[in-house]
């Protein structure tokens, strides 16, 4: 089955700065990636998510890179701030029509300011 | 407001105890879900519901039972706790039937913690 690996567990930046996280995933017939953010007591909110394809998204800050090639999935946050500090999740949906999300095991992210 | 509503926030109690969580969405949703959030933060999908039907039933132990009274909710119970059941569990809902481009809706989810 699809085996998703994310990296890095945590991530320290400084305000200003960008922070990266990868996703790694197995299955080449995945068709839909997201990004989630779980807040501190909160649950997981979506951030964004894109179909097998579309390579590159950007919205308010963020940019998703899918690389299909490779099975790598990214989230770019340009020029964090400490809002920003939260647990990052990615997910992804094995393959069209299939209803199961499977999702990374999370990123902490601490914005310095 | 519309979204995701699960109580208690918090629930303590002893092993061999039973709790249940509830939650209750109201966007309209046919899909419901229960995901067990570890110390970790890793997620597990234990139970899914489209439309009052249980359409995924991951291995978990039976001492857990989703409970479903109509579409907009999906309540969470546990027969005699144990340890390791301490958790963060999120509720989450879905527009259609759990398909691969779906949004996931959360709650703030039940920390509980078994003594």
């Known amino acids: 089955g699809e085996q998703v690996e994310q990296r890095p567990p945590h991530l320290s930046v400084r305000e200003g700065d960008s922070a990266i996280i990868i996703c790694t995933y197995t299955?080449?017939?995945?068709?839909?990636f997201s990004w989630y953010k779980q807040e501190a007591g909160a649950g997981l909110q979506l951030l964004m998510s894109v179909l097998s394809n579309v390579d590159r998204k950007e919205e308010q800050g963020l940019t998703v890179l899918l690389n299909k090639k490779d099975k790598r999935l990214s989230l770019n946050l340009t020029a964090a701030h400490p809002g920003d500090s939260a647990v990052y999740f990615c997910?992804?949906?094995?393959?069209?029509?299939?209803?199961?999300?499977?999702f990374g095991s999370g990123t902490q992210l601490t914005v310095m300011p | 407001e519309t979204a995701v509503f699960q109580t208690p926030n918090y629930h303590v109690t002893q092993v061999g105890n039973e709790v249940s969580f509830n939650c209750k969405q109201t966007?309209?949703?046919?899909?419901m879900y229960w995901y067990k959030q570890d110390s970790k933060k890793l997620l597990k999908i234990m139970f899914s519901?489209?439309?009052?039907?249980?359409?995924v039933n991951e291995t978990v132990p039976r001492r857990f039972s989703p409970q479903s009274s109509d579409k907009a909710h999906l309540n969470l119970r546990i027969k005699s706790v144990e340890p390791e059941d301490s958790a963060v569990y999120l509720c989450?809902?879905?527009?259609?039937?759990?398909?691969?481009?779906?949004?996931?809706?959360f709650g703030s989810g039940t920390r509980l913690t078994v003594l």
């Open positions: 966007l309209g949703h046919d899909t």
């Open positions: 299955d080449s017939a995945t068709a839909y």
């Open positions: 989450a809902s879905s527009l259609g039937l759990g398909a691969s481009a779906e949004t996931l809706y």
């Open positions: 997910a992804v949906s094995p393959s069209s029509g299939s209803w199961q999300l499977i």
């Open positions: 519901y489209n439309n009052k039907q249980l359409i």
